[in-house]
């Protein structure tokens, strides 16, 4: 398995502000991945992060509402921007190997916004 | 458009017996299963996984059954312990989209020492 780290585990923001997500990975993950689980939902896709190119989003997420950045093999951010209550969720960075199909997921950020 | 479906929210065993958590799938593409499970406050921990070539792959207390012609999956637990009580999740992955896993909603399984 592959060792993924995020941070900050869990944060409470205002209204109207972003939050930057940080998630480190293991050398043997080749892939970065960013998922939202909101509340009693299931695990969605918002992003595949690319290193040193702009991420490919999944239908429904905009960069602008979710900027990624990823600067180097082992490491990603995810912004999420101008917060809203709605956006009150678990942001769960998730890393793939080559030629593999299973995805490893980090403890995940539980953001509130109030 | 529901294309992974965990009917059952959630499902209550006693230690010793046999957990058996279903999965139904709508997209004949998917290629490649996977069952997560999750504890409160952590994240999804890979369990067992299955590829569409096969019906049945085990790994100690787990396996996992994937019927094609029906669209369905199951994951068995046994003997079922207490600290199997978590959330599973079942993911199919499309033949050719690395990562994109599809989530079920999951099922919440307690076992009752």
């Known amino acids: 398995s592959a060792v993924i780290s995020q941070k900050p585990s869990r944060d409470i923001c205002q209204r109207g502000t972003s939050l930057t997500i940080q998630c480190q990975v293991d050398?043997?993950?080749?892939?970065m991945f960013w998922y939202r689980q909101q509340p009693g939902q299931s695990l969605t896709l918002i992003a595949t992060a690319n290193q040193g190119s702009e991420a490919t989003y999944e239908s429904g997420f905009v960069i602008d509402k979710f900027p990624i950045s990823r600067p180097n093999l082992t490491f990603s951010t995810l912004t999420v921007s101008n917060m809203s209550p709605e956006d009150s969720s678990i942001y769960l960075c998730?890393?793939?190997?080559?030629?593999?199909?299973?995805?490893?997921f980090g403890e995940g950020s539980w953001l509130t916004v109030v | 458009d529901q294309q992974v479906k965990q009917n059952s929210p959630s499902l209550s065993v006693q230690e010793g017996r046999i957990s058996i958590l279903n999965c139904d799938y709508t997209?004949?593409?998917?290629?490649?299963f996977l069952w997560y499970k999750k504890y409160p406050a952590e994240g999804p921990t890979f369990l067992i996984s299955?590829?569409?070539?096969?019906d049945k792959n085990e790994d100690g207390r787990f396996t996992v059954f994937l019927n094609k012609s029906a669209k369905h999956l199951s994951l068995h637990i046994v003997p079922s312990q207490p600290g199997d009580s978590a959330v599973y999740f079942c993911?199919?992955?499309?033949?050719?989209?690395?990562?994109?896993?599809?989530f079920g909603q999951g099922t919440t399984l307690q076992v009752k020492p």
């Open positions: 998730g890393g793939g190997m080559e030629l593999g199909n299973t995805i490893y």
């Open positions: 997209n004949s593409m998917f290629d490649y």
């Open positions: 299955i590829s569409s070539i096969k």
């Open positions: 050398s043997q993950v080749t892939m």
């Open positions: 993911a199919a992955l499309p033949w050719g989209n690395t990562g994109k896993l599809i």
